[in-house]
C-alpha cells in the first residue's frame, strides 16, 4: 500500500499567497508595515526574562503537569482576573495554545465519523485539528444548523480571530446548556479574554455565570503569547473538567508534550504579575485607536472589533483581496478575511502588533 501523506488532508499553507503582495509592500520607500500575521514586537518584561535564566540550570525531565507553583500560578490567575475557580486538577501547561488547538481532537481519541464544529469565520487551526485526528470539521455558528450529525467537539473563539467578537454570557451559556445534553465537550479558545476594549468584557466559559459552577465537558484554553509577550517562549496552558485535563495530561505525559522547565518558571512569573500585562494592554490600545480612527478616516469599516488584537475592516470599493493589494501599495500587509473562512471574502483582518513607529507610518499612509 502507498503511503498517503498527512499533508493530502491539510489544506495548502495560506500565508504562502500573501507573498506578491509583502513583496509589493516591502518596495514602499519607507519600508513594509506588517500588520498581517499578528506577532508580538514589543519585549519580553525583564522580570519574565529574568526568571526564565535563573532557571536555566534544569538538567531533569520537566513535569508535563507543570510544577506545583506554576499550577498555583495558573489557578490564581484564573481566579483574580477572571473570577473562576478551578482545582489544581483541572489545570495543565501546553507548549503554545496552537499546539493544543491543533492536537486536542487526537489527544481526546476523536477519529474518522467525528464531528469538530468551529466559528464559520475561525483561525484556521480548529479545522486543521479535526483533519489531524481524521475527524470532520464543520464550521458554524448556530448550533440549529447543525441538524443530527453526531458533534464530539465544540470549538468557541470569544474574543474571536479575526473579528474581535465577543459572546455575551446569555450566547455563551446556550452553547454550554446544548452541549451539556448531547454529551459535546466544548472547547472554548480564550487567548485574548484578557484584551477587552469596548462593551461588555469578554467572559470565560468556566466563569460560574455561564457554567453555573460545573466544569463538566468544558475546556477553556489559554495563552501568555500576546498578554505577556511569550510568543517565542511558547506558554500557554488549558483549564476545566478535572477528568479532562487529566486524561490529556495522562496521554500527553506518554507523548512527551512538555513544557521546558525554564518556560514554566517564566510562565509562573507572568501569571503572577498584572502590571507588566496592563501595561502592555494599554500599548495596545493606543495603536488600536490610532489605527482605526485613521482607517475610518480613509473610508474603512470597521465591523466587530470589540475585543482582541485586530481591526475587521472593509471597503466599499475593495473585495478581501483587492482591499490587501490596496493597501499593499501603500506598504502595509494585512490578511484578506477569506483566510478565515468564505463569510470573509469582503474583509481584511488587520493587527495592530507593530511597534508605534510602525503603526505612525501606516496612519501617515492611511491619511495621505
Ligand atoms: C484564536 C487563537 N488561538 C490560538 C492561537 C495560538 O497562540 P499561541 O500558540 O501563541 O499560544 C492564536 C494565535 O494567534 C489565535 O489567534
Given at each position: 500500500m502507498t503511503r498517503r501523506p498527512v499533508t493530502d488532508r491539510l489544506p495548502t499553507f495560506p500565508w504562502d499567497r500573501l507573498t506578491p503582495y509583502k513583496k509589493i509592500a516591502a518596495d514602499h520607500p519607507d519600508g513594509i508595515v506588517d500588520?498581517?500575521?499578528?506577532t508580538p514586537v514589543d519585549p519580553v518584561p525583564p522580570g519574565l526574562r529574568a526568571a526564565l535564566a535563573d532557571a536555566a540550570d534544569s538538567p531533569g525531565y520537566p513535569l508535563t503537569w507543570g510544577t506545583p507553583a506554576l499550577r498555583a500560578s495558573i489557578t490564581g490567575w484564573l481566579e483574580r482576573r477572571h473570577g473562576v475557580s478551578v482545582p489544581e486538577e483541572g489545570v495543565l501547561p501546553t507548549v503554545g495554545s496552537k499546539e493544543l488547538v491543533a492536537w486536542l481532537p487526537t489527544l481526546l481519541g476523536l477519529g474518522p465519523g467525528d464531528t469538530v464544529v468551529h466559528p464559520e469565520l475561525a483561525y484556521p487551526t480548529y479545522d486543521i485539528g479535526a483533519r489531524l485526528a481524521g475527524a470532520t470539521p464543520v464550521a458554524a455558528d448556530g448550533l440549529t444548523a447543525l441538524g443530527p450529525a453526531p458533534v464530539r467537539l465544540l470549538w468557541v473563539n470569544s474574543p474571536s480571530n479575526p473579528t474581535g467578537r465577543v459572546l455575551g454570557v446569555p450566547h455563551l451559556r446556550k452553547v454550554v446548556a446544548w452541549a451539556r445534553e448531547r454529551g459535546v465537550i466544548v472547547a472554548s479558545d480564550e487567548c485574548y479574554l484578557d484584551l477587552g476594549w469596548e462593551g461588555e468584557a469578554p467572559v470565560s466559559i468556566l466563569h460560574p455565570d455561564v457554567s453555573d459552577g460545573s466544569h463538566e465537558g468544558l475546556l477553556a484554553v489559554h495563552s501568555l503569547s500576546k498578554r505577556s509577550n511569550l510568543a517565542g517562549y511558547r506558554a500557554a496552558f488549558v483549564a476545566g473538567d478535572p477528568a479532562l485535563v487529566q486524561e490529556l495530561l495522562a496521554v500527553r505525559k506518554h507523548a512527551g508534550m512538555i513544557v521546558p522547565a525554564p518556560v514554566q518558571a517564566a510562565m509562573g512569573a507572568a501569571l503572577d504579575d498584572d502590571a507588566h500585562a496592563l501595561e502592555q494592554k494599554e500599548c495596545y490600545r493606543a495603536r488600536r485607536d490610532r489605527l482605526r480612527a485613521a482607517l475610518t478616516g480613509a473610508g474603512w469599516r470597521i465591523d466587530?472589533?470589540?475585543?482582541?488584537?485586530y481591526l475587521w475592516a472593509s471597503h466599499p470599493d475593495h473585495d478581501a483581496w483587492g482591499a490587501v493589494e490596496h493597501l499593499a501599495e501603500r506598504g502595509i500587509l494585512v490578511a484578506p478575511g477569506e483566510f478565515y473562512g468564505p463569510a470573509g471574502g469582503a474583509s481584511v483582518r488587520v493587527a495592530f502588533t507593530a511597534t508605534d513607529e510602525r503603526v505612525g507610518a501606516a496612519v501617515a499612509r492611511l491619511s495621505a
Open positions: 500588520l498581517s500575521v499578528g466587530h472589533s470589540q475585543a482582541g488584537l
